[in-house]
């Protein structure tokens, strides 16, 4: 978020934010900066303004959920959350290692993680004796270092392959998106567990029908148990609502929602935006 000194006034942006998981501190201390500033205009977004009755699912609640799948599971566990979603990869990895199992990564993730864990919270890939990094199949079926890319090789000392997932599929929880979904067929899972812990647009909706039914297809013919364990990268519509009410601004611009008009409920000067349009403060 962004508090911008103008001299019309302070104008305060909120970005994307949530009021649960982790770092959920760092949102109250921008709010309380947001009230000090006493400002002139609001930017606030509004993703969850449609979700009247929704239960405001927290990370806490995915932790526990996830933990409690890879507990009761007889096989091995997949999941598919978003590589930048450092509280998700956390939950997930906490919860594996919290089962004695060992978290799979793609060479991919392990790449992001290498280069970002000085400033967020994630483990070390190459030391992390609870991480072990997944490799395709490649050129010459022989999992040969030079049958990747030189970034990949990097860490080749923690290679694991469909071979070892194979012979101890209670042993891991593995990383497995969309696009690598090809793996099941070397790897052949029995017994196996899919938490899916994308948001669920993803998935729903009729922009998506080949999508969900190519995830069904592949579910179905493992026999794997498909879970959804999520929670949103947004406030609700009640925080959003409390957090309107705390900063109190002269005047209030809802973005990013298909549901403006309900911040009326809580403010009297709210400029709705049209797309392409312009608000002059």
């Not at 566990?77 to 990895?93: E, G, H, K, L, W």
């Not at 290498?114 to 967020?120: P, Q």
């Not at 998106?177 to 729903?204: Q, T």
């Amino acid at each position: 978020g962004y508090i911008i000194n103008t001299s019309k006034g302070p104008i305060v942006y909120t970005g994307d934010f949530r009021l649960h998981g982790p770092k959920r501190a760092m949102t109250k201390e921008f709010i309380s900066k947001a009230v000090k500033a006493k400002p002139y205009a609001l930017i606030i977004e509004g993703t969850r303004m449609d979700y009247d009755t929704e239960h405001n699912y927290t990370e806490e609640e995915v932790n526990e959920k996830v933990h409690s799948i890879i507990k009761g599971s007889k096989g091995t566990v997949f999941a598919y959350f978003s590589m930048s979603n450092v509280d998700r990869f956390n939950s997930i990895y906490k919860a594996a290692v919290d089962n004695n199992r060992i978290m799979v990564i793609d060479t991919r993730l392990a790449y992001i993680m290498s280069n970002m864990m000085d400033i967020v919270d994630f483990p070390d890939p190459l030391n992390d004796p609870n991480i072990m990094i997944y490799y395709r199949m490649s050129k010459s079926c022989e999992f040969k270092e030079t049958d990747y890319y030189k970034w990949e090789r990097e860490y080749f000392s923690k290679k694991i392959t469909y071979k070892e997932i194979k012979k101890s599929p209670k042993k891991y929880v593995m990383f497995l998106g969309f696009f690598k979904l090809m793996e099941l067929v070397y790897i052949n899972p029995k017994n196996a567990d899919f938490i899916y812990s994308m948001s669920e647009h993803f998935l729903e909706g009729e922009d998506n029908e080949d999508e969900r039914q190519i995830w069904e297809n592949w579910m179905k013919h493992f026999k794997i148990k498909f879970h959804k364990a999520h929670c949103s990268g947004h406030a609700s519509k009640q925080e959003l609502l409390e957090v309107v009410k705390k900063i109190n601004p002269k005047v209030l611009i809802p973005v990013h929602t298909e549901n403006p008009e309900e911040f009326k409920k809580v403010h009297g000067n709210v400029k709705i935006v049209d797309k392409g349009g312009k608000v002059e403060l």
